[in-house]
């Protein structure tokens, strides 16, 4: 790593500004913003990161804001999300669009 990187790093590091693993050529520093998102990880499992950039340093697919839901759902507002590969579909709830692991897209029908 440069100097002039490396003092611009631990700068943001000290103030707390950022988050970032352990320095390899491929770490992704991600900015310490809480906004939670439900992610789909390499191995299928859904769980909740503190922000998008966290998701993706993780290699995870990133599904919708907010925590993951799980399987027990309470909300019944449609929703048009993707599942990798298909066409958008309308879905009868958020809910049901996380548990198919699918990307949603906007609040509503698909138009």
Known sequence: MRKSHFALLSGALIAGLWLAAPA????KICPAIEAPVCAVTRTGARETFGNACLAQRAHARVLHSGRCIGPICISFKQVCARVPGHKPQTFSSICTAEQANATVLY?????
Do not use: F, L, R, V
Not at 107 to 111: A, D, Q, R, T
């Open 24 to 27: 390899t050529a491929a770490t």
């Open 107 to 111: 609040e509503g029908p698909c138009k």
